[in-house]
C-alpha cells in the first residue's frame, strides 16, 4: 500500500477548515483593511498636528543688582530660596549659592524674558552697609558693573488640562537623557518598526523566571502610544490598537519625531491635580532646575521613574527609588554611556530631590488678580485660557513677603481689638511705577476679597497733599510760607445747607504757614486753603489723573470725603513719588509665547514730569510730616534717616486708617479697616504707619535727598510773617522756594544782628 502524502493528509481537514478560512481571511480584508486605513488617517492627523498642553507661566521681575544697589544679606537671602536656589559648599552647580560674611557667591541659571535675559554665570556679591558693594564674574575673572538674578516664578494658569509641561527638542536635551533613556527602555528603538517581538521575547522570559509580569516589553513607541491614543485597560483590543498604531507611527514619522514627543508626554508625577508631564517639567519638579543643570545620578532617577513615578516617588518611598536608580546606573555603565569612576560616584550621592514640589500655581492671589486684569485690557479670555504663554511681572518676591508679614504682625499686635481687623499694602517703585507688592488682607495666600484693588474707603487727610499742590503750582500767589488762618470757617452749600469743620484736636491754632498747616494736618486751614485755591480746579485736578473712580465734586473733598482703594490712592502719590511724572501703574513687564516671541511688552511710560518744581515744594513739606508733624513716631525711629515723605489720613469716626509714604525708591500705601466699616480705636499714625513702618524696617531702599532739590532756592524767612528775613533772627526758619519766586518782603531784626555782631564767628572747632 502507498504510503500518503502531506497533502494526502491534510485534504480531510483542508475541506473542514476552507470555507471557515476563507471567512475569516475575507473578514479580515474586508473589515481590517478599512479600519486600518480610518484608524490610519486619525494618526495621521492626530499626531502630525501634535500640540501639547501647556500651562502659562507667571513669573517675578528679575532681581537687578548693582554697586549701591540697596540690599541687606536677609532680603538677598530670601530671594535666592524664594527662586529655588539650594545652598551649596561651592555654588558650582547653576541653581545654588553659597554665603561667606558680606560675600555671596551665586551659581545662576540664566533666563530669557522680554527685555533680554542673562547668561548663567558665577557671581561673587559682595555687601556693605546694606548695600551691594561689588560684583565679580568669578568664571570670567572680571568685575561686573551690573547682574540680575534669573526672576522666580510665581504662578501657574492653567487652560483646558491641570497638566504641568515645558516643551523642549531633542536638540536641548542633556545627551545621556536621549541614549540612556534608550539603553534603559527601549535598546533596539532605532530599529524595530514600533514592537519589539524580540524584547517581548525577553520580557516575557523574565516573567516566566520571576514568576510575575516583571517586565512589559513595551518599546517607546508603544508608551507614547498608550499616552496620547488610548487608555489604561489592559483588554485584548486595546493591546492590539496599541500595537497596530505604533507600527503606523514608525512607518510615517522619524525616530527622532517620536522620540521628541515622548520627552514632552511622558508622565513623571504628580502634585494635587496638576499631572507633570515631559522631563523638563519632571526636572523642576523633583530638583528644582532645568535638565541642563542636572548630574548623571539625577538623569538615571528620572529615567528609572518613567517606570511607575507612583511607585518609585523618591520624597515618598526613598528606597525604592534609590534602588530604582542605581539599576538604572549600571545599565548605562553596561552600555557604555558612563565610565566606571563615574558610576562609583554617582552610586554613593543622594537621589538630591528638593523636599517640597516648587509648582507655585497662585502663590500670590491679590497680585495675580491685577495681573489677570490688566492681561485682559491686550489678550482675550480665549487666548488666556488657551495657555502656553510665558507672563514676566514686576513683583519683588522679598517685599511682597516682606509686606504681608508686616500687616500680620501690625494687626496681630494690636490683640483682641485687633481681631476684627483688615488691611491692605500696595507698592511700588518710586521712579517707574511698578507694582512691587500688593496685599489684599490677612491671610494673604487664601484667595478672596482683593482690599487692595476693590475696598473703596474714605481716605481722610491723604488727599490733603494734592489740596496744596495745586496752590504751589501758582508760585506767584503761594509758598510753603504763605500764612493760613486756622479759624473755624463756614461754607455754604447747595439747598441752603451749610458745612463746618473742625481740626481734629478741636483746637484752632491761628495764623499758620503752609508748610505747618500740611505737616499738622489742620483741617480748618486747608478749608481756607482750598477755598481760595478754588475748589473746581482741585476738583479738575484730581479728576485728570483718570482713576475709575468719579471724584467728590463737594467741599469735604477738601478734607479727603472720597472713596478710594488702595491701589488707586497709590496711583495718585505715585505723581509725587516719581517727581511729577503720571506713571501708570504696571504688574505686567511683557509677555512671551511658548517659542519665546514676544507679544507683548509693557516698558515704563515715557511721562514729562508736570509741575515738577511744585512737586519737589510738596515733597519737602511732606519730609516734615515724620520729623515734626503726625507721623513723628517714623521720624524719631531709626527709620529717620529715610528722611521719607508722608503723609496720615483718617477717615470719619475713625473707620479708616490710612498712610501713603514715599522714600527715594519706594512708595508704600497702607490702609487699615473693618470689613464691616465699623469705627476702629485707630488713627493713620496708630493704624496705618506702624505697618509702613515694619515693612520699611526690612525693605532695602534709598533715602530720600534731605536737602532742597535742583530747581528750588533755600530763603530764611520770619515764620510770623513768610517774608524774608536774616538766619540769625530769633525764630527764623529756612525754607525752599520756586527758584525766581523767592520773597521780595523782607523783615530785619536790628537787635538780632546787633546781637550776632557782638559775639562774632563761632570759634573754629579743634576736633
Same mark, same amino acid.
Given at each position: 500500500?502507498?504510503?500518503?502524502?502531506?497533502?494526502?493528509?491534510?485534504?480531510?481537514?483542508?475541506?473542514?477548515?476552507?470555507?471557515?478560512?476563507?471567512?475569516?481571511?475575507?473578514?479580515?480584508?474586508?473589515?481590517?483593511?478599512?479600519?486600518?486605513?480610518?484608524?490610519?488617517?486619525?494618526?495621521?492627523?492626530?499626531?502630525?498636528?501634535?500640540?501639547?498642553?501647556?500651562?502659562?507661566?507667571?513669573?517675578?521681575?528679575?532681581?537687578?543688582?548693582?554697586?549701591?544697589?540697596?540690599?541687606?544679606?536677609?532680603?538677598?537671602?530670601?530671594?535666592?530660596?524664594?527662586?529655588?536656589?539650594?545652598?551649596?559648599?561651592?555654588?558650582?552647580?547653576?541653581?545654588?549659592?553659597?554665603?561667606?560674611?558680606?560675600?555671596?557667591?551665586?551659581?545662576?541659571?540664566?533666563?530669557? *524674558?522680554?527685555?533680554?535675559?542673562?547668561?548663567?554665570?558665577?557671581?561673587?556679591?559682595?555687601?556693605?552697609?546694606?548695600?551691594?558693594?561689588?560684583?565679580?564674574?568669578?568664571?570670567?575673572?572680571?568685575?561686573?558693573?551690573?547682574?540680575?538674578?534669573?526672576?522666580?516664578?510665581?504662578?501657574?494658569?492653567?487652560?483646558?488640562?491641570?497638566?504641568?509641561?515645558?516643551?523642549?527638542?531633542?536638540?536641548?536635551?542633556?545627551?545621556?537623557?536621549?541614549?540612556?533613556?534608550?539603553?534603559?527602555?527601549?535598546?533596539?528603538?532605532?530599529?524595530?518598526?514600533?514592537?519589539?517581538?524580540?524584547?517581548?521575547?525577553?520580557?516575557?522570559?523574565?516573567?516566566?523566571?520571576?514568576?510575575?509580569?516583571?517586565?512589559?516589553?513595551?518599546?517607546?513607541?508603544?508608551?507614547?502610544?498608550?499616552?496620547?491614543? @488610548?487608555?489604561?485597560?489592559?483588554?485584548?483590543?486595546?493591546?492590539?490598537?496599541?500595537?497596530?498604531?505604533?507600527?503606523?507611527?514608525?512607518?510615517?514619522?522619524?525616530?527622532?519625531?517620536?522620540?521628541?514627543?515622548?520627552?514632552?508626554?511622558?508622565?513623571?508625577?504628580?502634585?494635587?491635580?496638576?499631572?507633570?508631564?515631559?522631563?523638563?517639567?519632571?526636572?523642576?519638579?523633583?530638583?528644582?532646575?532645568?535638565?541642563?543643570?542636572?548630574?548623571?545620578?539625577?538623569?538615571?532617577?528620572?529615567?528609572?521613574?518613567?517606570?511607575?513615578?507612583?511607585?518609585?516617588?523618591?520624597?515618598?518611598?526613598?528606597?525604592?527609588?534609590?534602588?530604582?536608580?542605581?539599576?538604572?546606573?549600571?545599565? $548605562?555603565?553596561?552600555?557604555?554611556?558612563?565610565?566606571?569612576?563615574?558610576?562609583?560616584?554617582?552610586?554613593?550621592?543622594?537621589?538630591?530631590?528638593?523636599?517640597?514640589?516648587?509648582?507655585?500655581?497662585?502663590?500670590?492671589?491679590?497680585?495675580?488678580?491685577?495681573?489677570?486684569?490688566?492681561?485682559?485690557?491686550?489678550?482675550?479670555?480665549?487666548?488666556?485660557?488657551?495657555?502656553?504663554?510665558?507672563?514676566?511681572?514686576?513683583?519683588?518676591?522679598?517685599?511682597?513677603?516682606?509686606?504681608?508679614?508686616?500687616?500680620?504682625?501690625?494687626?496681630?499686635? $494690636?490683640?483682641?481689638?485687633?481681631?476684627?481687623?483688615?488691611?491692605?499694602?500696595?507698592?511700588?517703585?518710586?521712579?517707574?511705577?511698578?507694582?512691587?507688592?500688593?496685599?489684599?488682607?490677612?491671610?494673604?495666600?487664601?484667595?478672596?476679597?482683593?482690599?487692595?484693588?476693590?475696598?473703596?474707603?474714605?481716605?481722610?487727610?491723604?488727599?490733603?497733599?494734592?489740596?496744596?499742590?495745586?496752590?504751589?503750582?501758582?508760585?506767584?500767589?503761594?509758598?510753603?510760607?504763605?500764612?493760613?488762618? *486756622?479759624?473755624?470757617?463756614?461754607?455754604?452749600?447747595?439747598?441752603?445747607?451749610?458745612?463746618?469743620?473742625?481740626?481734629?484736636?478741636?483746637?484752632?491754632?491761628?495764623?499758620?504757614?503752609?508748610?505747618?498747616?500740611?505737616?499738622?494736618?489742620?483741617?480748618?486751614?486747608?478749608?481756607? @486753603?482750598?477755598?481760595?485755591?478754588?475748589?473746581?480746579?482741585?476738583?479738575?485736578?484730581?479728576?485728570?489723573?483718570?482713576?475709575?473712580?468719579?471724584?467728590?465734586?463737594?467741599?469735604?473733598?477738601?478734607?479727603?470725603?472720597?472713596?478710594?482703594?488702595?491701589?488707586?490712592?497709590?496711583?495718585?502719590?505715585?505723581?509725587?513719588?516719581?517727581?511729577?511724572?503720571?506713571?501708570?501703574?504696571?504688574?505686567?513687564?511683557?509677555?512671551?509665547?511658548? *517659542?519665546?516671541?514676544?507679544?507683548?511688552?509693557?516698558?515704563?511710560?515715557?511721562?514729562?514730569?508736570?509741575?515738577?518744581?511744585?512737586?519737589?515744594?510738596?515733597?519737602?513739606?511732606?519730609?516734615?510730616?515724620?520729623?515734626?508733624?503726625?507721623?513723628?513716631?517714623?521720624?524719631?525711629?531709626?527709620?529717620?534717616?529715610?528722611?521719607?515723605?508722608?503723609?496720615?489720613?483718617?477717615?470719619?469716626?475713625?473707620?479708616?486708617?490710612?498712610?501713603?509714604?514715599?522714600?527715594?525708591?519706594?512708595?508704600?500705601?497702607?490702609?487699615?479697616?473693618?470689613?464691616?466699616?465699623?469705627?476702629?480705636?485707630?488713627?493713620?499714625?496708630?493704624?496705618?504707619?506702624?505697618?509702613?513702618?515694619?515693612?520699611?524696617?526690612?525693605?532695602?531702599?534709598?533715602?530720600?535727598?534731605?536737602?532742597?532739590?535742583?530747581?528750588?532756592?533755600?530763603?530764611?524767612?520770619?515764620?510770623?510773617?513768610?517774608?524774608?528775613?536774616?538766619?540769625?533772627?530769633?525764630?527764623?526758619?529756612?525754607?525752599?522756594?520756586?527758584?525766581?519766586?523767592?520773597?521780595?518782603?523782607?523783615?530785619?531784626?536790628?537787635?538780632?544782628?546787633?546781637?550776632?555782631?557782638?559775639?562774632?564767628?563761632?570759634?573754629?572747632?579743634?576736633?
Amino acid at each position: 500500500m502507498a504510503r500518503m502524502t502531506v497533502r494526502e493528509r491534510l485534504r480531510p481537514w483542508w475541506a473542514l477548515l476552507r470555507w471557515p478560512f476563507w471567512l475569516g481571511l475575507g473578514l479580515l480584508l474586508g473589515f481590517g483593511g478599512p479600519y486600518t486605513w480610518v484608524l490610519n488617517q486619525r494618526v495621521a492627523q492626530r499626531f502630525g498636528d501634535l500640540e501639547f498642553s501647556q500651562p502659562t507661566r507667571v513669573y517675578a521681575r528679575p532681581l537687578a543688582l548693582a554697586a549701591g544697589t540697596p540690599m541687606n544679606a536677609a532680603t538677598l537671602r530670601q530671594e535666592l530660596r524664594f527662586a529655588d536656589y539650594t545652598p551649596s559648599q561651592d555654588a558650582r552647580v547653576p541653581g545654588t549659592w553659597n554665603e561667606s560674611g558680606a560675600s555671596f557667591v551665586i551659581a545662576s541659571r540664566g533666563y530669557a *524674558d522680554p527685555t533680554g535675559g542673562e547668561l548663567p554665570r558665577r557671581v561673587r556679591v559682595t555687601l556693605a552697609g546694606d548695600q551691594v558693594q561689588s560684583l565679580f564674574d568669578t568664571t570670567a575673572q572680571r568685575p561686573l558693573a551690573a547682574w540680575h538674578l534669573d526672576p522666580a516664578r510665581i504662578a501657574t494658569l492653567y487652560g483646558a488640562h491641570q497638566e504641568e509641561r515645558e516643551v523642549v527638542h531633542l536638540r536641548q536635551l542633556p545627551p545621556l537623557l536621549v541614549t540612556g533613556l534608550q539603553a534603559v527602555e527601549d535598546r533596539d528603538f532605532n530599529n524595530h518598526i514600533g514592537i519589539d517581538f524580540s524584547g517581548i521575547a525577553r520580557a516575557m522570559l523574565a516573567d516566566v523566571r520571576s514568576g510575575s509580569l516583571a517586565q512589559g516589553g513595551s518599546t517607546l513607541t508603544q508608551q507614547l502610544v498608550r499616552n496620547l491614543f @488610548l487608555d489604561r485597560s489592559r483588554t485584548l483590543v486595546r493591546k492590539l490598537n496599541e500595537a497596530l498604531i505604533s507600527v503606523l507611527i514608525t512607518a510615517h514619522y522619524s525616530r527622532g519625531r517620536i522620540l521628541d514627543a515622548y520627552m514632552n508626554e511622558v508622565y513623571l508625577g504628580q502634585q494635587g491635580g496638576q499631572a507633570i508631564h515631559g522631563f523638563a517639567a519632571g526636572s523642576r519638579y523633583w530638583f528644582g532646575r532645568p535638565l541642563s543643570a542636572l548630574r548623571p545620578q539625577e538623569i538615571a532617577l528620572l529615567v528609572g521613574l518613567v517606570r511607575g513615578p507612583s511607585y518609585y516617588d523618591p520624597r515618598r518611598y526613598p528606597e525604592r527609588a534609590l534602588q530604582r536608580r542605581n539599576v538604572v546606573l549600571h545599565e $548605562f555603565q553596561q552600555t557604555g554611556l558612563i565610565t566606571r569612576p563615574m558610576l562609583a560616584y554617582a552610586l554613593a550621592a543622594p537621589l538630591g530631590v528638593t523636599p517640597v514640589p516648587r509648582l507655585p500655581r497662585d502663590r500670590f492671589p491679590a497680585f495675580m488678580d491685577l495681573v489677570r486684569r490688566q492681561l485682559r485690557q491686550d489678550f482675550s479670555a480665549q487666548r488666556l485660557r488657551a495657555g502656553a504663554l510665558a507672563v514676566y511681572t514686576t513683583l519683588d518676591p522679598a517685599a511682597q513677603l516682606d509686606a504681608e508679614a508686616a500687616l500680620d504682625a501690625t494687626l496681630d499686635g $494690636f490683640g483682641p481689638r485687633g481681631e476684627a481687623l483688615q488691611g491692605a499694602v500696595v507698592v511700588t517703585d518710586a521712579r517707574t511705577g511698578a507694582v512691587r507688592a500688593l496685599v489684599g488682607g490677612r491671610d494673604a495666600g487664601v484667595p478672596g476679597f482683593n482690599r487692595a484693588l476693590d475696598a473703596r474707603r474714605q481716605i481722610g487727610s491723604t488727599i490733603k497733599p494734592f489740596v496744596y499742590l495745586v496752590a504751589l503750582a501758582q508760585p506767584q500767589q503761594w509758598s510753603l510760607a504763605s500764612v493760613l488762618d *486756622d479759624e473755624p470757617i463756614t461754607v455754604p452749600l447747595s439747598g441752603g445747607r451749610s458745612w463746618t469743620p473742625r481740626n481734629d484736636d478741636h483746637i484752632s491754632h491761628g495764623p499758620t504757614l503752609l508748610v505747618d498747616a500740611l505737616a499738622h494736618s489742620y483741617n480748618q486751614a486747608t478749608v481756607h @486753603l482750598g477755598m481760595a485755591v478754588g475748589l473746581a480746579r482741585i476738583h479738575r485736578f484730581i479728576t485728570s489723573f483718570g482713576l475709575s473712580v468719579p471724584i467728590n465734586p463737594d467741599p469735604s473733598l477738601l478734607l479727603g470725603a472720597q472713596d478710594f482703594s488702595p491701589y488707586e490712592l497709590a496711583e495718585l502719590y505715585q505723581f509725587l513719588a516719581s517727581d511729577g511724572r503720571a506713571e501708570p501703574l504696571r504688574a505686567v513687564r511683557g509677555v512671551l509665547d511658548a *517659542d519665546g516671541k514676544l507679544l507683548k511688552r509693557y516698558d515704563s511710560a515715557t511721562v514729562k514730569p508736570e509741575y515738577q518744581s511744585a512737586v519737589r515744594l510738596l515733597t519737602w513739606a511732606l519730609q516734615q510730616v515724620p520729623r515734626e508733624g503726625t507721623a513723628r513716631a517714623l521720624g524719631a525711629s531709626p527709620l529717620g534717616v529715610l528722611d521719607a515723605a508722608g503723609k496720615t489720613g483718617t477717615s470719619e469716626n475713625q473707620r479708616d486708617a490710612w498712610f501713603a509714604g514715599y522714600t527715594g525708591s519706594d512708595l508704600a500705601v497702607v490702609w487699615v479697616g473693618r470689613d464691616d466699616n465699623e469705627p476702629t480705636p485707630l488713627w493713620g499714625a496708630t493704624g496705618a504707619l506702624p505697618v509702613w513702618m515694619r515693612l520699611f524696617q526690612r525693605l532695602p531702599t534709598r533715602p530720600l535727598p534731605a536737602a532742597s532739590m535742583p530747581g528750588l532756592d533755600m530763603v530764611w524767612i520770619n515764620p510770623a510773617t513768610g517774608h524774608r528775613t536774616s538766619a540769625v533772627c530769633s525764630g527764623a526758619r529756612q525754607l525752599p522756594f520756586i527758584a525766581g519766586y523767592t520773597p521780595t518782603e523782607e523783615d530785619s531784626c536790628l537787635f538780632d544782628q546787633f546781637k550776632h555782631w557782638l559775639q562774632g564767628p563761632a570759634p573754629a572747632s579743634s576736633g
